[in-house]
């Protein structure tokens, strides 16, 4: 991996690995994919709730990013412009996959506990997961990427092109809607 | 209220949090990934001879130009189609028309001037006439 410039900072240690990655630089290209992997496969199973499925997509999106990367202006930021990239491409593979009726037993439904899992918590997840969903594509994308996520709203409004301010009234949109989708679901609060 | 209500998260979404990943899946991860880069990133290193930057434009470019031909093949028949045909006169049918004898038209014509009227007019002005023909039989007539 590329390590950071001395006395650089992480703005500019990131433009210059892009830079580098541009010219077909793999250890810069591996340092840009470090950096990001982790936060990119929680944001892909945000949308997808699937382990193996999270981790194509982010590769996707990475390969994508390298093959677009001349379109990402000199001196602009890569993270929001690479999440944008990736959460229009979990949009597109869940309608593939919606198309395709594939329908994929969650993770944490598949294994991931013990077999004595809490059935009413699965059912929760479930329900979740279904209203998340059904969530208009704009307002479920700031629930996964602020309340799963933990992205602040000008690094979302940055990520989905549009004002903070609709960022917000977004996600207190999305809320309302997922409240009133899981009623009888939720533990009181 | 309601909006207070709102402004909290859910608490039970935390369920569809990604489980956290072992030091030796996110390695094994990250190499697949560059893995799968290398090809795009070994196109990135070769140096880019400016053939294949001619090649590249050679395929937009006569895109570009057909396209460049056909609008303006289209423009040029939709305005002859649209173009009002003028046939040339004879000059004994514009002095026949004119009054005064003068014949003006020619001057402010659209079209060139027939090769009798170009004739006379030089001729006239060489009579110190300016330039301007009279209809002799209409001159002599109104005498």
């Known amino acids: 991996m590329v390590p950071a410039r001395a006395g650089g900072n992480p703005a500019q240690d990131e433009h210059f690995l892009v830079e580098r990655a541009r010219q077909g630089d793999r250890d810069a290209f591996g340092s840009l994919v470090d950096r990001y992997s982790d936060q990119a496969f929680a944001v892909a199973y945000g949308f997808l709730q699937h382990v193996q499925d999270a981790e194509d997509l982010v590769q996707d999106a990475f390969i994508r990013a390298l093959e677009r990367l001349d379109s990402l202006g000199r001196g602009s930021a890569f993270g929001p412009w690479f999440y944008r990239l990736l959460v229009n491409a979990a949009l597109n593979r869940r309608k593939y996959l919606a198309r395709r009726q594939m329908q994929h037993v969650p993770a944490a439904l598949a294994g991931r506990e013990s077999p004595v899992v809490d059935s009413e918590r699965a059912e929760l997840r479930r329900h979740l997961a279904g209203a998340l969903k059904s969530l208009p594509g704009d307002l479920e994308t700031v629930v996964i990427l602020h309340d799963l996520e933990g992205f602040k709203h000008p690094e979302i409004a940055k990520i989905l092109g549009i004002p903070e301010g609709t960022c917000r009234s977004h996600l207190s949109k999305a809320r309302r809607q997922l409240r009133d989708q899981l009623g009888e679901y939720r533990r009181p609060n | ?143």
């Open chain 2, 1 to 143: 209220m309601a909006e207070l209500h709102d402004d909290r998260p859910i608490a039970e979404i935390e369920a569809l949090r990604a489980p956290a990943r072992t030091d030796a899946a996110r390695r094994q991860a990250c190499e697949r990934i560059l893995g799968a880069a290398e090809p795009l990133l070994a196109m990135r290193r070769q140096p880019v001879s400016s053939w294949d930057v001619l090649a590249a434009w050679a395929r937009p470019g006569l895109i570009a130009a057909s396209v460049a031909l056909i609008v303006a093949a289209g423009a040029l028949l939709s305005g002859r189609v649209g173009e009002e045909r003028l046939e040339p006169v004879a000059l004994g049918e514009v002095l026949a028309s004119s009054e005064g004898g003068e014949i003006p038209a020619l001057l402010v014509a659209i079209n060139e001037p027939d090769a009798e009227a170009v004739a006379a007019a030089a001729l006239m002005a060489g009579d110190g006439n300016n330039g301007s023909l009279q209809d002799n039989a209409n001159s002599g007539r109104g005498q």
